[in-house]
């Protein structure tokens, strides 16, 4: 069983930055691939990024790419999502998901667990 507890969301301006933070608790943490999503009102949840625990493996949706940046750090079983250049676009509840099996990193249905959601907001 896996936990994951979101944090760091909240308003900014367009333009600015906001990291994410996901907790997770488990033994098997860092063998997990971990992702975030996102749902904006009335709009299905969506791929936003996510990492392997094999080699760090990066994937990201093509709307962020180049803007965020997400890492883990399996020491402390945290996975982070640096978000720059955000636009009012990006406003949604961001989502940490863990995903024990190697499918497909964007879809929804590989993952297994999946945290309580974090606000952000991006003013224009």
């Known amino acids: 069983q896996v936990q994951l507890v979101e944090s760091g969301g909240g308003l900014v301006q367009a333009g600015g930055s906001l990291r994410l933070s996901c907790a997770a608790s488990?033994?098997?943490?860092?063998?997990?691939?971990m992702g975030w999503f996102r749902q904006a009102p009335g709009k299905e949840r969506e791929f936003v990024a996510a990492?392997?625990?094999?080699?760090?493996?990066?994937y990201y949706a093509d709307s962020v790419k180049g803007r965020f940046t997400i890492s883990r750090d399996n020491a402390k079983n945290l996975v982070y999502l640096q978000m720059n250049s955000l636009k009012p676009e990006d406003t949604a509840v961001y989502y940490c998901?863990?995903?024990?099996?190697?499918?497909?990193?964007?879809?929804?249905?590989?993952?297994?667990?999946w945290g309580q959601g974090t606000q952000v907001t991006v003013s224009s």
């Open positions: 998901a863990a995903a024990r099996g190697p499918y497909s990193a964007y879809e929804r249905r590989s993952y297994d667990y």
């Open positions: 488990g033994r098997a943490f860092t063998t997990y691939t």
């Open positions: 990492i392997r625990w094999i080699g760090s493996i990066t």
